[in-house]
């Protein structure tokens, strides 16, 4: 997934991308630190020579059970994407996808949830 695509001004969203579910769970961790926490998270199920999505939602979870996972694969068959709410997502998404696909995910699951984090605001649409 490329940062340009989630993140062109049209998109209306912010985004950081790292390089595996670590990296992953360190900027998670900085954000809820900065007082600025992510609305949402796309993981990847499977990283090569890196922690996958799987195992990063078990952590993810521990510091904030309410933020909604999202899990993308090209495997459709892996259990984890049949049946993602078992292992800790709010929905899982097929590669190959179209950004009209990502943005019903985040209108059904992150657009309109107020984070459950007081003093915190959503973010807001890019101007730029």
Do not use: I, Y
């Given at each position: 997934m490329r940062e340009e695509m989630l993140g062109r001004p049209a998109s209306g969203y912010s985004v950081q991308t790292g390089t595996d579910g670590q990296a992953a769970?360190?900027?998670?961790?900085?954000?809820?630190?900065s007082g600025l926490p992510f609305r949402a998270v796309l993981l990847d199920l499977t990283?090569?020579?890196?922690?996958?999505?799987?195992?990063?939602?078990?952590?993810l979870r521990k510091m904030d059970p309410s933020v909604p996972l999202f899990v993308t694969s090209g495997y459709a068959d892996d259990p984890v994407m049949t049946d993602p709410v078992a292992y800790g997502f709010a929905a899982s998404l097929r590669k190959?996808?179209?950004?009209?696909?990502?943005?019903e995910l985040f209108e059904k699951h992150v657009v309109g949830h107020e984070p459950s984090r007081s003093g915190v605001s959503p973010p807001q649409p890019s101007t730029s």
């Open positions: 769970v360190e900027l998670f961790t900085q954000r809820r630190s990283v090569a020579g890196g922690m996958g999505g799987k195992e990063a939602a078990q952590l190959p996808f179209a950004m009209s696909d990502l943005s």
